[in-house]
C-alpha cells in the first residue's frame, strides 16, 4: 500500500483509462455511422433502461434536471402547485419545481438523510399536488410510508433517482414507484454518460408521449409541431457510450457496494456516524457520506494526507439566496440544517483499491484518535 499517493474524491481519468478501448469503439461506430442526433442507439438505449427498470417506457433526455422539469410539466404540474421535497437536494430539484411556475415546499429528514414520511404528511395543504422523494446518497427513500401519503391525499409521485440508478426497496427498482422517475446520467453519477444527460421513467404511455414530443420542440415528425417545446434531446453519442455503461454496471455498483462495507467495517461507530442499512434496500452508493462533528478540521485533515473528499451539500435549499422568495430561515428544518454541518463524502468511486479505502478510514479514525 502507498500510503502517500493521492486518493482522489473522484477520478474520471482512471476510469476512461479503465474503458478507454470500449468507449472509443462506440464513439468510432457513431461517428463513421453519422447519425449524430436521434437515431437508433437512442430509442435502443430507451428499451434497455426501461426492461432494466421494469418499467413500460423510458424517453431519453439531456439532463436529470430536464426530466424533473419536463416529467412534471406532462403530469399537469404548474403555476401555484406546491411539490414537497427535502431541503437537502442538489439545488435542481427545487429548480425544476420553480421554472414550471409550481412552489417548492420542504419536509425535514430522517437520519439517513432521506425525507421523512411523517413530516411530508404535515407538509401537505389543499395546494399540494405532489411529492418528490430525491433517493439521496443511493438509497431510495421510505417509500411504503410515502406512498400511503400520496394515496390518503390523492398525490402525484416525482421521483428525483438521478443518484440511485439501480437501486432497489422492498425488490422494487429506483424510478418504478413515482409516476414518472427522474434519473440524472452526469459523469459523477453511477452509471454515467461522457457529458450531461438523463432520462424518465414511467408507466403512463401518455406522459411518455408528452415528454418525447416535449424533448424534440414539440414536434410531430419533422415539420408539424403541435405545442411549442423545448431542446432536451441526448446525443447519440451519449446514447451509445451509455449502452456500455449500462452492461458493465453491475460490476461498478458491486465494488462500490464493497468498498462501503469496508467503510463499515473499519471506521469507527464510536465516531462516525454511518446511516445503517435497512433490510428492505439495495443501496448502491452514488456516495458515502459519513456524520461526524468538527466536519471542516476533518476535511482539511485528510486533505493534509492528499484525501479528497467532498460535502453534498453545505447548504441547504432552503438557505439558498434562490429560495428567499419563500420565506424561511434558518431552525425551520433542524435535522437537515445539523446534518449540513455534520456530512462528509468519502471517495467511493470504482477505480479505488481496497488498500485505498483502510487508508482513508485509518486516516478518519487517526483524526479522533
Same mark, same amino acid.
Given at each position: 500500500?502507498?500510503?502517500? $499517493? ?8 482512471? *476510469? @476512461?483509462? +479503465? ?22 442507439? =437512442? ?5 434497455? =433502461? ?56 420542504? $419536509?425535514?429528514?430522517?437520519?439517513? *438523510?432521506?425525507?421523512?414520511?411523517? &413530516? ?10 405532489? =411529492? ?71 408507466? /403512463?404511455? +401518455? ?14 415528425? &419533422? ?44 471506521? /469507527?461507530?464510536?465516531?462516525? @456516524?454511518?446511516?445503517? +442499512? ?27 494526507? *492528499? ?31 445539523? *446534518? ?21 478510514? $485509518? ?7
Amino acid at each position: 500500500m502507498n500510503d502517500t $499517493a493521492p486518493i482522489r474524491y473522484v477520478d474520471m481519468a482512471a *476510469q @476512461f483509462t +479503465e474503458q478507454r478501448d470500449e468507449i472509443m469503439a462506440r464513439v468510432e461506430a457513431v461517428l463513421a455511422e453519422g447519425k449524430l442526433v436521434g437515431g437508433p442507439d =437512442i430509442e435502443i438505449l430507451e428499451q434497455e =433502461i426501461a426492461e432494466f427498470c421494469g418499467v413500460a417506457h423510458v424517453v431519453a433526455l439531456n439532463s436529470g434536471t430536464d426530466a424533473l422539469a419536463l416529467g412534471m410539466a406532462a403530469l399537469g404540474i404548474g403555476e401555484g402547485d406546491e411539490v414537497i421535497l427535502p431541503p437537502n437536494s442538489f439545488i435542481a430539484s427545487a429548480a425544476a419545481v420553480a421554472t414550471i411556475g409550481a412552489v417548492p415546499m420542504f $419536509a425535514d429528514v430522517c437520519d439517513d *438523510q432521506n425525507i421523512d414520511p411523517e &413530516k411530508v404528511e404535515a407538509a401537505v395543504t389543499p395546494r399540494t399536488k405532489a =411529492i418528490m422523494p430525491v433517493h439521496l446518497t443511493g438509497r431510495i427513500a421510505d417509500m411504503a410510508p410515502l406512498l400511503d401519503v400520496t394515496e390518503r391525499h390523492g398525490l402525484l409521485v416525482v421521483e428525483d433517482a438521478s443518484q440511485s440508478f439501480g437501486s432497489r426497496y422492498e425488490g422494487r427498482l429506483a424510478g418504478s414507484f413515482g409516476d414518472v422517475g427522474c434519473f440524472s446520467a452526469h459523469p459523477l453519477k453511477n452509471f454515467n454518460a461522457v457529458g450531461d444527460s438523463g432520462f424518465l421513467t414511467t408507466d /403512463d404511455g +401518455e406522459v411518455a408521449e408528452k415528454v418525447a414530443k416535449m424533448r424534440n420542440h414539440g414536434l410531430v415528425g &419533422k415539420g408539424l409541431s403541435e405545442s411549442f417545446g423545448y431542446v432536451s434531446r441526448m446525443d447519440t453519442l451519449q446514447a451509445a457510450i451509455l449502452r456500455y455503461k449500462l452492461e458493465v454496471l453491475p460490476g461498478v455498483i458491486e465494488r462500490r457496494r464493497s468498498y462501503a462495507a469496508l467503510y463499515r467495517e473499519y471506521l /469507527d461507530p464510536e465516531h462516525v @456516524f454511518m446511516a445503517p +442499512e435497512r433490510d428492505v434496500e439495495f443501496n448502491t452508493y452514488h456516495t458515502f457520506v459519513i456524520q461526524v462533528d468538527c466536519r471542516d478540521e476533518l476535511k482539511a485533515h485528510l486533505e493534509e494526507q *492528499q484525501i479528497g473528499s467532498a460535502i453534498h451539500y453545505p447548504l441547504p435549499l432552503h438557505l439558498q439566496p434562490a429560495a428567499s422568495d419563500f420565506g424561511h430561515k434558518a431552525g425551520d428544518f433542524p435535522v437537515t440544517e445539523r *446534518q449540513a454541518e455534520r456530512i462528509l463524502s468519502l471517495p467511493v468511486h470504482q477505480t479505488l483499491g481496497q488498500d485505498d479505502v483502510r487508508r482513508v478510514a $485509518a486516516t478518519v479514525n487517526s483524526f479522533f484518535g
